[in-house]
């Protein structure tokens, strides 16, 4: 098999799982399939994924394929800063021949440890938007083709809308939980003011020291409340 025909499979695997993605699968197993798999299809020593942190607007290692303790060791780098963050903000590829003799990379310690040397790095945008940056790494000098450029830029983009549905799925769940409890607790509150006589307030207030007293979420005590008024 040719080596463009091998990378068109993986690209093809990829967007299959990505699109098969549903709403009970959590976004650190999308980070973990996404590096798995572009480290498979790049031939990568190491795989990692950054994504964005709006709140600060810093970039963090969120998952790579790597064991190495060294490598897992929690970090971030602000927009602009380093590789990752230069090519965030220029929202433009970037590969760089050794690491270790490129001034704007950050890690050069942690990449002499770990035998990295030739990097690829790539933007993940959705929607115009940067949400995060997909490094690939090799444990020699190698000069990335257009090829596998190209296919380290179909996999940012796939795993960019794969990552933004997951967090919107979420995030849409949460919202749907919160407004059912919300509901839930009114019906509640409804009972205790037909059987106790409590004013709304009043209802609430029990229904929260309930919960602190057998240290059960005010949702499993609404939820006994109007079991009890349905038996």
């Not at 990378?7 to 650190?28: C, G, P, V």
């Not at 919202?175 to 059987?195: H, S």
Request: glycine share 4%; net charge neutral; hydrophobic share 40%.
């Amino acid at each position: 098999m040719r080596e463009d025909q091998s990378f068109e499979k993986h690209i093809e695997a990829l967007t299959k799982i990505s699109k098969a993605i549903t709403s009970d699968r959590y976004i650190e197993d999308i980070l973990r399939l996404v590096v798995t798999v572009t480290a498979e299809t790049m031939r990568s020593k190491i795989c990692a994924l950054w994504l964005l942190d709006n709140s600060n607007n810093t970039l963090k290692l969120r998952a790579t394929q790597s064991i190495s303790e060294d490598y897992l060791t929690e970090r971030s780098l602000k927009m602009g800063e380093g590789i990752v963050g230069r090519v965030a903000l220029a929202r433009k590829p970037r590969s760089v021949l050794n690491v270790l003799e490129e001034s704007d990379y950050k890690e050069k310690e942690l990449a002499g440890k770990e035998g990295l040397v030739s990097m690829l790095s790539v933007p993940m945008v959705v929607k115009d938007r940067v949400i995060g940056v997909i490094n690939c790494y090799t444990s020699y000098t190698h000069e990335f083709t257009e090829t596998e450029k190209n296919v380290l830029i179909t996999v940012a983009n796939e795993a960019a809308v794969a990552i933004e549905n997951t967090e919107l799925m979420v995030k849409t769940k949460v919202i749907r939980e919160e407004l059912e409890t919300r509901k839930l607790i009114e019906r509640a509150k409804d009972i205790l003011i037909t059987r106790r006589g409590l004013s709304g307030p009043d209802a609430y207030r029990w229904i929260q020291k309930r919960s602190m007293d057998t240290r059960k979420s005010m949702k499993e005590i609404c939820e006994a409340i109007v079991l009890t008024e349905e038996i």
